[in-house]
């Protein structure tokens, strides 16, 4: 086998390209050759050593799939073994008294379930969206023509087969594979973004939605308001921003009828608004709307509105309490950037 010291300027140059093939193909939601999945998963288990039991079970999500796995696993422990989980189950129903015994099983399992599911959905596989590493590996493989001994290369089209579908989830005795998402859509840097729907979904109606790569709850892109946005309803600031720009700040104070406490100059410092009391459940609080000081590397100008102090009554205090200072700390700092 003969050591790899460098690349040619030719195999370099095909690396990008050989990248972004792998990218298009982990993003295209055409369906699966399925039956060269299910080789492939055999093959993966015949050469990891394990006896291939043939058992299959296709799906349609990855959300299934973190369920259905490790409930699975946790049917057979209790119907073919002395498990941890059905002398849980045992012990609660011999303890309950005969009014509350179906009550305590139901419980029993219902807590064994859960604990299943929380110690088992990681052991996916990624599928098609790990394409990182089978583009690493074919790249060495079908373009620099590295050699490499015992079947190496064998195993990895194996697993590059087993992971054509979306994630899945193998056990000694079973495996649950979902299918690719039906539809995905970005925006023009590439992340997961739609204002009109999922930005990604699946064939059971699981779906994710996002705006500009942030993920948010479903209402905020088909029922948007401007109340549950500013509310604690949606703490996360960069879900508030992407919501709220979706939605449109003046179109919020507007809509919302907010009374401006102070208005800065700076679009930085920002524009400060009461908000009614019945808005955040923690209390009184003002909304401080105001731009990032530093500009993204694209050039882009970001708005936040940022739940400050309620007994703000200026910008700069609205700035000191979210930065946890003094209003005479907050402008030592501020002046000195």
């Known amino acids: 086998m003969a050591k ?12 990008a390209p050989w990248a972004d093939a792998w990218i298009a193909r982990a993003l295209d939601p055409t369906p699966a050759d399925e039956a060269l999945v299910e080789l492939g998963i055999k093959e993966c288990y015949e050469a990891a050593g394990l006896v291939w039991h043939g058992n299959i079970v296709w799906v349609d999500s990855p959300l299934t799939v973190a369920f259905a796995g490790p409930q699975a696993a946790l049917a057979l422990e209790l119907v073919r073994g002395d498990s941890a989980v059905r002398s849980a189950v045992r012990s609660a129903v011999d303890s309950a008294v005969d009014s509350a015994v179906d009550s305590a099983v139901d419980s029993a399992v ?3 379930v859960d604990s299943a599911v929380r110690r088992g959905w990681s052991y996916y596989l990624g599928g098609w969206g790990w394409a990182y590493w089978n583009a690493y590996v074919s790249y060495y493989r079908d373009v620099v023509g590295l050699e490499l001994d015992d079947g190496i290369w064998d195993r990895s089209r194996s697993y590059e087969a087993a992971q054509g579908a979306g994630w899945w989830w193998p056990h000694k005795e079973f495996v649950i594979v979902a299918r690719r998402h039906t539809s995905i859509k970005r925006d023009n840097q590439g992340r997961l973004h739609s204002t009109t729907g999922p930005a990604i979904s699946w064939g059971d109606e699981f779906a994710i939605y996002a705006i500009d790569g942030i993920r948010v709850p479903e209402w905020v892109v088909t029922a948007p308001d401007p109340a549950r946005i500013i509310s604690d309803e949606l703490p996360n600031t960069e879900q508030r921003r992407v919501a709220m720009a979706h939605y449109g700040w003046d179109r919020a104070v507007h809509d919302l009828n907010l009374e401006i406490i102070e208005a800065s100059d700076n679009p930085v410092w920002g524009t400060l608004y009461a908000l009614p009391e019945t808005l955040v459940e923690r209390g ?5 709307v105001c731009q990032n000081a530093s500009p993204d590397r694209d050039g882009t100008v970001r708005t936040y509105g940022l739940l400050a102090s309620g007994d703000a009554r200026t910008v700069v205090a609205a700035q000191a309490s979210l ?13 000195a950037s």
């Open 4 to 15: 790899l010291t460098s690349l040619t300027d030719d195999q370099k140059a095909q690396m």
């Open 323 to 335: 930065a946890r200072l003094s209003e005479a700390e907050w402008l030592t700092l501020e002046g």
């Open 284 to 288: 009184r609080a003002t909304l401080l």
């Open 110 to 112: 219902r807590s064994a």
